[in-house]
């Protein structure tokens, strides 16, 4: 099984791989390799796979089936239950907004509209640039700081309308989203 | 992180920063390099010299509001809301008078020096969360100090009937939600032979406004380590597993090099402590899936499958994961282990009440003076909990419901703030212990909105196995939408009671017979809103934004211009000496300005009726 994983995609006839460029198919064997090929893996490599990639490619599920040995079928079901993965592509910045109980007492569906229209985008969207995309999720766990907001892996908590503009700009910047205040 | 060295004997202070992901999300990591940098940068002129200075990243105090907190011991001074030029004047205080800008200042605004006097702290009972906040919890070596992995050299001394036995005797019931007897479970799941049996540590919390699973996760994960290594002991496990949620990122590192300095030490591994016995545990991440906290659920997720429950005519300690009898307990519940087996059962059971023993950890939020992660005996009533330790209602609002036990969980009215708390007595109010969520609502949250606001949760995380779950809760939604939108018609009232009593009879997991508690006890304590809605078509709590705009009263505005500033449209004017007013035609009700005004002059009426197209 290793083999087929590493082998180079077959000139014509595997055209399933086709869009996956030398790269992303490096980036996607280095995955694989990091898990035995049992299919209790299959999660947790198509989280890696949506962490790498910002959604599961098609040209993915082929050989990550044939990986762990389940059904291209039963990957999908995976890909469609599981909220953290996707099929579509994301944004490269993801713009989470808690909307838990405390965020949603505190106005967290004001922010989802301030930042809807900053970006112009509705949650589960992502911007035409493919710079943001925008998740309502619920509780993060940090209800002391309702209402929150998480760009990629950093909090902003007690969040204002005021305030959403210049966050989003720092993500902006093309160094990309340090925030080191 | 932890640069300490065992061998050396510990520095006589330690300096203890806060590094939750709280404080962290209020910038905790860079007050720690500022005390760092001041530390050095006293040198040799310091009083207390640096290398009589330790400093420690902890877990969370759960105070996360007024982070990041800073401790100094032993000389026992707590410090709120530092920030990095705060460090200077810090380290400069150290063994002298605390530097009073940053000490608490409770309800009588005098300051307070120590932890243990703080309102908030004070009335507290630590088991669970005994070490978070005191500890590194990436430093083993702090663990072993405050008593770790006693309980586990205890354990391997004892016959796995007598640990069992210990935790029988100390009453624990299942923290995630169900209260299931902890010591029974094992009793059952130990009473099965085939093997390979397996323990699982439930760490998906999902539930909105619960986060006491990922403060101990995160501020001490060997505790949970060392319980589900007690209960494989007990239960004759040789293999575990931690289910955390993927969005946990902070627990997940933590509780990885949990594991790994707790195999590099003997605790865990192929023999542990030299016993022969063996536990290899592992992590799996969560999916973002509310329903794989489930244990079913949870355990199919684990397996790699679609997380979806299934009947429990066959319990799990018989067959749960791969069909192989299984233990499944909570991350609190597990935290908790160590200390029944260190202490006896019979300690534990001294706390708490006649049928709920011990202490659980709440997480109050809402509208709260003091919001956090409190640890409470069983059986403290919920005005202790709100009033003494959460100093109260925001504002000084009427108090008007407290949520608990997550979405699933009810709503309990200002009528019920003597009930002492425990599982029995919120089950019997139509609410649930749940995982500990407490989330305090006033005057001003519309309890057809709230209910609305769960139901809408639920039914997007209803896994779909169960057509009344999925399609009734579907229903429930448009209904309370309806009503919250002004489209609400006689009979809904009914209608969702009626809706509600199938969903309950008919799911097979208990994510859909709780689904519609939010509904039925809202129906039951706050009927009068709800038919405020449906017959006029208004919201007492002036929360509904199809139903209401706000006005402000002339004779109460002060003309401070604090409405001004909240609003996010722009469209209140005035000037001193001027009532302020809104354009009702722009308004969305969104409470930004009601919030803000502090002489509860902006006021919500109802609104002119259109035709609204549904």
Known sequence: ?181 | MSKANASQSAPARQLLICCGTGCLANKAAAVAEALEAAIQAAGANAVVQPDALQLKRTGCNGFCENGPIVKIHPDDVSYYKVKPEHAEAIIASIGGEPYQALLYRGDDKQPVTRQQDNPFYAPQHKVALRNIGQIDPLAIEDYLTSGGYQALRKALAMPPARIIEEVIASGLRGRGGAGFPTGIKWQTCAGYQPTPKYVVCNGDEGDPGAFMDRSILEGDPHSVVEGLTIAALAIGAERGFFYIRDEYGLALHNVQAAIQAATAAGYLGDDILGSGRKLHLEIVRGGGAFVCGESTALMASIEGKVGEPRAKYVRSAERGLWDMPTVLNNVETLANIPYIIANGGAAYAKLGTEGSKGTKVFSLVGKVNRTGLVEVEMGATLRHLIYDIGGGIKRNRPFKAVQTGGPSGGCIPAEMLDLAVDFDSLTAKGAMMGSGGMIVMDDHDCMVEVARYYVNFLSEESCGKCTPCREGLRQMLRILTDITEGRGQQGDIELLERLANTIKDASLCALGKSAPNPVLSTIKHFRAEYEAHINEHSCPAGVCSALCVYTIAAESCTSCSACKRACPLGIISGEKGVPYSIDSERCIACGSCRDACRFDAVRPIKKERQVVAS
């Open chain 1, 1 to 181: 099984m290793e083999t087929t994983v590493a082998s180079p995609p077959a000139p014509a006839a595997d055209s399933i791989n086709d869009s996956l460029s030398p790269n992303d198919l490096a980036g996607l064997t280095a995955i694989l390799a990091k898990y035995p090929a049992e299919k209790r893996f299959s999660l947790a490599i198509l989280q890696d796979l949506q962490r790498q990639f910002n959604y599961i490619p098609e040209g993915a599920m082929q050989l990550v089936k044939e990986h762990v040995g389940t059904t291209v079928g039963q990957l999908y079901a995976l890909a469609t239950f599981y909220k953290a993965l996707s099929l579509a592509p994301k944004g490269q910045h993801i713009i989470k907004l808690c909307d838990g109980t405390a965020c949603h007492m505190r106005g967290a569906n004001n922010l989802v509209g301030e930042v809807g229209r900053i970006l112009n985008i509705a949650p589960g969207e992502r911007t035409e640039d493919g710079l943001f995309s925008l998740e309502l999720v619920n509780c993060v766990g940090s209800c002391a700081l309702a209402p929150v907001l998480i760009i990629d892996e950093t909090y902003y908590g007690k969040v204002t309308m005021e305030q959403l503009p210049s966050i989003i700009n720092e993500y902006r910047q093309p160094t990309g989203g340090e925030t080191d205040e």
